[in-house]
């Protein structure tokens, strides 16, 4: 009876194909984690009152493996702004690969802004603004507004793919608000003070951030 020695190649090639696995196996263990949306807003939040309770599309959701959701649209009873609030939960990977500016139709809006991350005063919940322009000139510009939840704060992080990969399920906020273009000061200094009123109403309702996953170590 002959006995195969097993070569270099041999152990190389068992190598690769535990490590493709692996990555197989990563996902799916991942994709089981069911995070729920640990709040909602008021029909009244300061001077802004909700019109409208929405849905985001499946393939969209599908595309996020977003295993909650919400959505509100909002108008200031002075100005008559309007304000879509979205809060979607679910498992990191996808959540914090697919930053909301890419999402928006590209026949729509042909460039965007450099992204300006904002500190909440007298917290540390961070938000990135960015500000995409119409194709045609006649069409509104949008401003977005948007961080993801790790259970302690709001988080922008300039990678959130990599920064943010350690945590099993996030839940990330977006606010988003058309306007005129050439108005995007104005635009960001009005979801500036949305943004404020959303983060402290979160305390009011009792954020359950323990709801969320512990962090997954990371390896040193």
Known sequence: ????TPTRFHVVLLGC???VASCLVMPASRSEVAQ???FDLPETLGSW??????????SELKILHASDHWQRVYQRCD?????VV???AGPSGRLASHQPEVCYARNEFCSHSDAVRWTVPGRDDKFRFQTLEPRQIERPAMTIAYAWHDGDCWRAPRVPKIQLARYPALQRLQISMRHPSGMARDAQNAMQRFVQLTVDITDELHLRTTSL????PTSR
């Open 1 to 4: 009876m002959t006995t195969c």
């Open 17 to 19: 194909s535990l490590a």
């Open 36 to 38: 729920q949306c640990s």
């Open 49 to 58: 009152r909700q019109l409208e309770q929405l849905k985001l599309q499946e």
């Open 79 to 83: 100005t008559k702004e309007i304000m």
């Open 86 to 88: 979205t809060l979607i």
């Open 213 to 216: 996953p512990t962090p997954i």
